[in-house]
């Protein structure tokens, strides 16, 4: 059913705020609306929705007609009429009276504890219809968008074409079957009245929630598997995606912008970068000028830049926890104010460009530098005449076989990615304020109160920070187990990198005289132990300690500062009793304790990659100079 | 002569009986009064409490009609038009 319009109209979206009020709650209570218009279409569906589908019983759900209920409008309160005592009548009778009407307000009194019991259960009843129609959704959305990708795949996008269903796999055929289960239960719960008539909860509604409520692990544990399926397809389509075709050559610096951006935009969800992209233009304008600046800067060709960032993004894209975690990001942060959104946009973005511009400097040095080298020691080569020039050439090969190297390891280090897990960290528990002795009138003056929560602060700031020095602690240990891998191998790369020297000088030097050269000067450039001394200085576990001190070692004490949140302390009295309340101090110390961990999280692990990498990368480059010395 | 104040004495009974009913009333009503305050105030306090969980009510209610709305117009409306 690729055309439906308007299933139901709208009070809902628009017209008097009452009425769409109204109508809201009547589709909440009663599950069908009274105010539809629109028609649909049952043409050009791909799967045969006549075997498959619920379309039309959808329709009948949208359209359902009736008068729209108004449920709570059984629970109103009951009208009783008070009078004046009057002068002009016996008091005997303003006495009855007055009595006649105590009864009768008391009669109304009871009929409105009753409603508020049925309105506090008809909240019940609503809110666990919600949770559940959430919950449900869910995973009915995920299934749906997969069977959407599937039918695309199927149909090559055409409106026309159906799909036969011999051509479906077991998995394909068991998405169909699970998604319209899911469509049948969000019916259900769509259609099923929480009210009847009389404004009372209905016994269909409790049956239809325990039934559905019953099966939602089963839907559930079946989305998870077609997630789990999709990544590993989105990673093989990923690898294979061929990089962006370029039209024409030698255009100007500015003119890859929109493909960076075009890149860039793969982290988009539901075109919100894009549409936030064009309108703001000053952003676009910033992010192309930083663009351009980097390929500046690194001077590449076009061809070359893209080449770049296609092989960056390729790479991070397998990484499919750090990409949702950056859409996730991205999408709660547009979800703010516009101002928010904005700064957040920069930060985003051109952080996610400050990455690129990173790995494509280092990637650009690599190359860079060993076309540097190799034409530096040819012209070292030309001027040396005790050479042939069949031994100055084996030793430039041997030397560029030596720089690739170095090369290949630079660039294995910068896709590397640990089996560890990086990101594993929860959230602080909130420290709940009423075991502080919060909130209770126990002490007979103010001055008494205060000095009790002054104690009580230490002890619930002193919690939390023994709480957020753990998680700290997992912080550091989870990346020091991450980059382990990465110390492994630039550990080594140092041995292997010896090793290969002999094999190499076996390979590119077929000259005995040659060969004779280029070893006699293994041990004095090359030798175990130069090599490990010159790796000591690039000695990425003291970097790894530095960067624990520099992040970590000051950063607490302003968080855990107890004045500031003694400050944060309000007091009450009662009965000439005294409490403290330290609700907001709970609440500030959470929120800054968390905000920090999670930009730890964050953080921390990349600034010691970074970290890592320049270190290799100076390291390598020393071994490139002492090639340059043979 | 004793009948004028037989009479006088009959004027002071009277005034001093209609004194009696006056302040019995007065007490009556202010009685009235009271039981017609508690009466206003049991009603009162017993709908502002309902009005209270009404309107919460009405809240959960619209909770639930919104998110029913925005699978009718989200995945439900994608689904159809698989």
Do not use: K, Q
């Given at each position: 059913m690729r055309e439906m319009s308007n299933i139901y109209e709208t009070a809902l979206s628009s017209g008097a705020a009452g009425a769409a009020t109204g109508a809201i709650i009547a589709l909440a209570a009663?599950?069908?609306?009274?105010i539809v218009t629109g028609t649909l279409s049952l043409a050009g569906?791909?799967?045969a929705w006549g075997e498959i589908g619920l379309a039309a019983s959808f329709a009948g759900s949208a359209l359902a007609a009736g008068a729209a209920l108004t449920p709570l409008a059984a629970v109103a309160a009951p009208v009783v009429f008070f009078t004046g005592i009057s002068a002009s009548i016996k008091a005997d009778e303003n006495l009855e009276k007055a009595e006649t009407m105590y009864a009768e307000a008391d009669a109304a009194a009871e009929k409105m504890k009753l409603a508020e019991t049925l309105c506090g259960a008809i909240g019940e009843r609503a809110k666990m219809f919600k949770d559940l129609l959430d919950e449900l959704d869910e995973v009915f959305s995920e299934c749906t968008e997969e069977l959407s990708n599937m039918v695309r795949k199927k149909t090559g996008g055409s409106l026309t074409k159906t799909i036969?269903?011999?051509?479906?796999?077991e998995k394909e055929l068991e998405l169909i079957g699970v998604t319209r289960s899911l469509a049948g239960a969000v019916k259900s719960i769509i259609d099923t009245?929480?009210?009847n008539k009389e404004g009372n909860l209905t016994d269909e509604s409790e049956k239809v929630y325990e039934k559905i409520s019953g099966v939602l692990p089963e839907f559930v544990t079946f989305a998870n598997e077609v997630n789990e399926i999709n990544e590993v397809n989105e990673v093989n389509e990923d690898k294979d995606e061929a990089l962006p075709e370029e039209n024409?050559?030698?255009?100007?610096?500015?003119?890859?912008c929109d493909d960076i951006l075009a890149n860039v935009y793969k982290y988009d969800i539901g075109g919100k970068v894009e549409a936030l992209v064009d309108n703001l233009q000053d952003e676009k304008s910033k992010l192309c000028d930083a663009i351009a600046e980097l390929r500046k800067e690194t001077n590449v060709s076009k061809d070359k830049f893209n080449a770049y960032i296609s092989d960056i993004f390729a790479s991070k894209s397998e990484n499919r926890k750090e990409r949702d975690k950056f859409k996730k990001l991205l999408v709660d942060k547009f979800g703010e104010a516009e101002r928010k959104g904005r700064n957040m946009f920069e930060a985003g973005i051109l952080g996610t460009l400050e990455d690129i511009g990173y790995s494509i400097r280092n990637a650009v040095k690599e190359n860079t530098s060993t076309e540097k080298l190799l034409k530096e020691k040819k012209a070292q080569l030309a001027s040396?005449?005790?050479?042939t020039e069949e031994i100055k050439e084996q030793v430039l090969d041997f030397i560029r076989s030596m720089a690739e190297c170095i090369d290949d390891f630079v660039q294995k280090v910068n896709k590397f990615e640990s089996q560890e897990e990086l990101y594993s960290y929860t959230e602080l528990d909130y420290p709940?304020?009423?075991?502080?002795?919060?909130?209770?009138?126990?002490?007979?003056t103010k001055v008494k109160a205060k000095a009790a929560c002054k104690t009580a602060v230490g002890f619930m700031v002193d919690a939390v920070k023994e709480k957020y020095e753990k998680q700290r602690d997992e912080i550091i240990s989870c990346t020091r187990k991450y980059y382990l891998g990465l110390e492994n191998k630039f550990n080594g790369f140092i041995d292997e990198f010896i090793e290969t020297y002999d094999d190499y000088v076996a390979v590119e030097c077929d000259d005995d005289k040659t060969r004779e050269y280029v070893s006699s000067r293994k041990a004095e450039l090359f030798g175990k132990e130069s090599l490990e001394k010159e790796a000591l200085e690039y000695n990425l576990r003291t970097k790894f300690h530095m960067l624990v001190n520099e992040r970590f070692g000051a950063s607490s004490t302003e968080i855990f500062n107890k004045r500031k949140y003694f400050t944060m302390c309000e007091y009450a009295e009662d009965e000439e009793r005294y409490c403290y309340m330290m609700e907001a101090a709970c609440n500030g110390i959470y929120e800054e304790a968390n905000r920090s961990l999670m930009e730890e999280a964050e953080i921390f692990p990349e600034n010691v990659f970074k970290e890592y990498i320049m270190a290799i990368v100076s390291f390598c480059e020393i071994l490139k100079n002492k090639l340059a010395k043979l | 002569m004793p009948i004028p104040f037989l009479i006088a004495g009959l004027g002071v009974a009277a005034g001093a009986l209609g004194v009696m009913g006056h302040s019995e009333a007065k007490e009556t009503n202010e009685k009235a009064e009271s039981v017609s305050r508690k009466a206003q105030k049991l009603y009162e306090d017993a709908k502002d409490s309902l009005e209270i969980v009404q309107k919460e009510t009405q809240e959960t209610l619209l909770d639930l009609g919104y998110s029913k709305k925005n699978v009718l117009e989200g995945s439900i409306k994608e689904f159809l038009q698989v």
């Open positions: 009663s599950g069908s609306l009274s569906t791909a799967l036969d269903a011999n051509t479906l796999t009245p929480i009210l024409s050559s030698g255009l100007g610096v500015r003119s890859c040396n005449e005790e050479l709940e304020y009423m075991e502080y002795g919060s909130n209770e009138f126990e002490y007979p | -």
